[in-house]
């Protein structure tokens, strides 16, 4: 079965840092994996997505993401943090079966 | 264009009641989700509708759960004899076609649910 865990439920920033969201991966089959962003009463909205076309996925808001099968992860990151940064990620994967599961979720917050 | 809809976005009901929560996909989206939300907890699955049929059920925690979606658009999440953990953010999403690498989900705001 498919599963996705999110290392640190809380992550800290300074504003204009590196951010660095962890995502390791469980599956069976080649996986299809998901970040979502989850801002304060609102619902998930998807960043990226890694399909098998290239290993270093690109997504908006400068965020990106690198599928590293030897170490089952998928790390997301973004060279300068930003004050509207802070929200909530969510790493997913595609089950096979209709769902998607999701990891637990980080919290980000960036410091000014 | 019109995202995907809940209402309503705030719903406190006692112990023992019944609450419907409904849902308006993008217009042209086939399948249709609800995830279940707690606090501190990722979007846990509930059930998959793929046009008006529930496709997979196999999330919905117990027979006081059902959900429909009569004609293959609104659907509305159904829960009777509500308890206190059954407190929780319910998320619909929907995709065009059935999930996939090609078809991502599309959330709503969510209905936020607090049983007293």
């Known amino acids: 079965a498919q599963s996705v865990t999110q290392l640190g439920s809380h992550v800290s920033v300074s504003e204009r840092a590196l951010v660095l969201l962890r995502c390791n991966y469980s599956s069976s089959v080649p996986p299809y994996l998901f970040w979502y962003v989850q801002y304060p009463n609102q619902g998930l909205q998807l960043l990226l997505k890694?399909?098998?076309?290239?290993?270093l996925v690109k997504g908006i808001n400068g965020f990106e993401a690198e599928f590293k099968k030897s170490e089952t992860s998928f790390h997301l990151t973004k060279p300068s943090a930003h004050m509207s940064d802070a929200a909530e990620y969510f790493c997913a994967v595609y089950s096979g079966t209709y769902k998607y599961i999701f990891g637990t979720g980080t919290r980000l917050k960036v410091l000014a | 264009g019109a995202g995907v809809s809940q209402t309503p976005s705030n719903k406190v009901t006692e112990k023992g009641k019944y609450v419907e929560l409904r849902c308006d996909p993008i217009s042209g989206h086939t399948a249709l989700y609800w995830y279940r939300q707690s606090l501190g907890q990722g979007p846990e699955f509930l059930i998959y509708f793929q046009g008006t049929g529930a496709a997979d059920d196999s999330g919905l925690p117990n027979d006081r759960f059902f959900a429909v979606r009569p004609e293959g658009s609104v659907s509305t999440l159904k829960i009777q004899r509500t308890e206190r953990g059954d407190s929780a953010v319910y998320l619909c999403?929907?995709?065009?076609?059935?999930?996939?690498?090609?078809?991502?989900?599309?959330f709503g705001n969510g209905t936020r649910l607090t049983v007293t």
């Open positions: 890694y399909t098998s076309a290239a290993t």
């Open positions: 999403a929907s995709s065009l076609r059935g999930a996939g690498e090609d078809s991502p989900l599309h």
